[in-house]
């Protein structure tokens, strides 16, 4: 089935450790998305990627970090320098610029990072 | 900045009755506007959009009603079922720049 995975569900990390969310999806879609979650707030911009090998900030970029290698996959690193780490993680999809018609993402089940 | 807002946190309605939720946006420039359905611990799932060219598409149960010249959306669910208790997500969209409202938490009661 297509689709996007996230992986893990639910991740642990001590403070001043990097940690890598993984996001693969088979749809064949050019973009690729992260966003977070926060109780009482919307879904916020991390990073997009509209073709391999690149990518652009979002609204809160700072303290993340990712990589476009292969059109499959997206990784989001939440590095030492992000200051409230703890939150849901939400990759996303869909085809890119230009191809939207319902204007529609696809989200992957999300990851839940908590800081120790 | 906040350019999707949802002004109401909760809603709670009776099972069979009509929910209705509203969004208001400021940002002229959008030109899809999307419902998002959110389970806890899950993705959001995509429920319903409109084009801006549009002030109305249904699906089913649902509606979704574009108010350009107010910059305002709402979703009509009716008639209102038990396991549309979810967080819905009001979102507007323009070339990559999706924004998201903050989330309105429906309970329908049985």
């Known amino acids: 089935d297509g689709g996007i995975t996230q992986s893990p569900k639910y991740l642990f990390r001590k403070e001043g450790q990097n940690v890598t969310l993984s996001c693969e999806q088979n749809?064949?879609?050019?973009?690729m998305y992260w966003y977070r979650q926060d109780p009482g707030q919307g879904l916020r911009l991390i990073y997009y990627?509209?073709?391999?090998?690149?990518?652009q900030k979002g609204d809160i970029a700072e303290g993340y970090s990712v990589s476009r290698e292969k059109k499959e996959s997206f990784p989001l690193t939440v590095t030492s320098a992000q200051k409230n780490p703890t939150a849901f993680y939400l990759c996303?999809?869909?085809?890119?610029?230009?191809?939207?018609?319902?204007?529609?993402?696809?989200f992957g089940e999300g990851s839940r990072l908590t800081v120790l | 900045d906040q350019q999707v807002k949802q002004n109401s946190p909760s809603l709670s309605v009776q099972e069979g009755r009509i929910s209705i939720l509203n969004c208001d946006y400021t940002?002229?420039?959008?030109?899809?506007f999307l419902w998002y359905k959110k389970y806890p611990a899950e993705g959001p799932t995509f429920l319903i959009s409109?084009?801006?060219?549009?002030d109305k598409n249904e699906d089913g149960r649902f509606t979704v009603f574009l108010n350009k010249s107010a910059k305002h959306l709402s979703l009509h669910i009716v008639p209102s079922q038990p396991g549309d208790s979810a967080v819905y997500f009001c979102?507007?969209?323009?070339?990559?720049?999706?924004?998201f409202g903050a989330g309105t938490r429906l309970t329908v009661k049985p």
């Open positions: 979102a507007a969209r323009y070339n990559n720049d999706m924004r």
């Open positions: 996303a999809s869909d085809l890119g610029s230009g191809r939207v018609n319902t204007g529609e993402l696809f």
């Open positions: 990627s509209q073709i391999v090998n690149d990518f």
């Open positions: 749809l064949n879609h050019d973009a």
């Open positions: 409109i084009s801006s060219i549009k």
């Open positions: 940002n002229s420039m959008f030109d899809y």
